[in-house]
């Protein structure tokens, strides 16, 4: 899980509390399980904040019971050719998962941008969702360079493009997006 916000992770876990995913083993960041799965933090934290901590309590709850809930602390392997990399600032232990096969990478980046009209040539700028904005700020600048230069694909949630999968591009100022060109067609390679 890149993070424990409900739009990522709310199809975990049914309304009646039921895994979706009864064989998953479930990874986050320890720092990110901590955060949200603490009752002292959320006791704190703002009212209107406290939804956001339920739905991670109930959505986190059967897989914990179950213990198909794991954490990991740094960028320790997890699988073969699967890459932690910690993206923290969204949230506290916000991480991209980057999959690398025959010379071709994947980044799954969770929440790096959310407006990219705004973000892509101002990576400055962040969005009202992003826990430590600083923080937030000095992933996108250190991030966005090398995945444009690394032509890394981007699995991207907020792209307003279907499918949201693209590329940045270094532009004379900020980046622009190259999104994959999508098509329903599949076409079969012969053997
Ligand atoms: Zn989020």
Redo the contacts with the bound molecule.
């Keep these: 899980m890149?993070?424990l916000?409900s739009?990522?992770v709310g199809g975990l876990t049914t309304q009646d509390g039921q895994r979706v995913f009864p064989n998953a083993d479930v990874y986050v960041a320890k720092v990110e399980s901590d955060f949200w799965l603490s009752p002292e933090i959320a006791a704190k934290a703002p009212k209107d904040a406290q939804p956001f901590f339920q739905s991670a309590r109930a959505i986190a709850a059967p897989y914990i019971k179950a213990g198909k809930w794991h954490t990991f602390s740094g960028s320790e392997p997890i699988v073969d050719g699967m890459q932690l990399v910690p993206l923290p600032g969204?949230?506290p232990g916000?991480t991209g998962y980057e999959f690398s096969s025959k010379g071709q990478k994947i980044l799954f980046w969770?929440?790096i941008i959310?407006a990219q009209r705004v973000q892509l040539q101002h990576p400055e700028v962040t969005a009202i969702?992003d826990i430590d904005q600083t923080a937030a700020a000095a992933t996108r600048h250190r991030l966005l360079p090398r995945l444009a230069r690394e032509d890394v694909l981007i699995a991207a949630p907020h792209m307003s493009f279907f499918p949201p999968l693209g590329r940045l591009h270094k532009e004379k100022s900020g980046y622009s997006w190259a999104p994959v060109a999508f098509t329903d067609q599949w076409v079969e390679h012969a053997p």
Excluded: A, R, V
Aim: aromatic share 8%.
């Design positions: 890149t993070h916000h739009d990522h969204h949230t916000h969770g929440d959310h969702f």
